[in-house]
């Protein structure tokens, strides 16, 4: 009797083991919903913003209970409505397609990325596959459109960036930083014509923002940068079109009561970046792909 109950002892260990490396082995894989918010490390690949070339929007990293914490709710900006934009790859690698219902995400999509490292996009409107399957996909390929699907009050784009590990991170897009606490007027290269892999904020380097931007038609846009921990300008003119190729483009910056700086000639993807110092002074910005050309008035003097 007592060997019996030692062999049935011992099957149900190996029971109990075999289930407990199943069930670890299960959620290794299983996209979890919730993550800790602790920034583990910054992500390789280079993001862009998840929407169509020159629309802006807010990226707002809010503080107050978002789950998780350092997810980014991208939202209207000035007049434009988010409500059924096309939503875009931030980075290429393999998109997985989920649908939670009228819970959490709803219909959300989760990319793979080369380096490990992963980006979600949840309460889409729709997707262009369906749930329970998987695509290769590109940087600025679409793969769903905004919505209010799940847990959702009103039409956004939540956004996240996880590290290897599944940690959301810090997200950067264009080259911009949205720590927690921060909303930034974004503006997207994603899906330009010629696929400049520069965005303004790589360009200018470290600190900076966007503040402002203007379009060169289809061919380009110039885009204004500051950098508010030493009140510098930077502005920078990226191509859209003979992307690789040079050609003419140029870039400029004048401060009020100073002296105008321009960058110009033939570059394979951008002119600049020309900063200088204008903390509350007025500034002239501009920049040319070409023949289109553009230059603004006096603004953003504080």
């Known amino acids: 009797m007592r060997q019996r109950l030692h062999i ?20 290794a894989f299983a996209p979890a919903l919730v993550s800790n918010a602790d920034e583990y490390s910054a992500q390789a690949v280079t993001h862009k913003s998840p929407f169509n070339c020159n629309k802006t929007f807010n990226a ?15 939202q209207d900006y000035g007049s434009d409505d988010i409500n059924g934009e096309n939503v875009r790859a931030t980075a290429g690698g393999t998109a997985y397609f989920y649908n939670e219902g009228n819970t959490s995400y709803g219909k959300w999509v989760q ?8 980006t979600r996009y949840a309460h889409l409107a729709t997707m262009i596959q369906g749930a329970g399957t998987s695509k290769s996909v590109s940087q600025g390929t679409v793969i769903g459109t905004v919505g209010s699907t799940g847990g959702s009050n009103a039409p956004h784009l939540h956004y996240e960036q996880r ?34 892999p520069y965005t303004a904020g790589e360009v200018c380097g470290s600190g900076y923002s966007q503040i402002n931007q203007h379009a060169l038609g289809s061919v380009g846009a110039v885009f204004l940068m500051y950098n508010s921990s030493n009140g510098y300008n930077c502005v920078v003119t990226l191509k859209y079109t003979s992307v690789g190729t040079a050609s003419a483009v140029s870039t400029s910056l004048e401060v009020q ?23 509350n002074t007025c500034v002239k910005w501009g920049g040319s792909v070409g023949s289109t050309t553009w230059t603004s008035a006096w603004s953003h003097c504080d």
């Open 163 to 196: 590290n290897s590990s599944g940690t959301v991170v810090t997200p950067t897009v264009e080259g911009i930083q949205v720590p927690l606490g921060a909303k930034k007027a974004i503006t997207s290269s994603n899906g330009c014509a010629g696929g400049n």
């Open 8 to 27: 049935r002892s011992r099957k149900r260990r190996i029971a109990l083991l075999v289930a407990a490396l199943l069930t670890a082995t299960a959620a």
């Open 257 to 279: 009561d100073g002296s105008k700086t321009t960058d110009s000639g033939s570059f394979a993807y951008y002119a600049g970046p020309v900063k200088k110092s204008a903390s």
């Open 60 to 74: 707002n990293n809010w503080t107050g209970g978002h789950n998780p914490s350092n997810s980014i709710d991208w």
């Open 111 to 118: 990319i793979i990325h080369s380096d490990g490292t992963r």
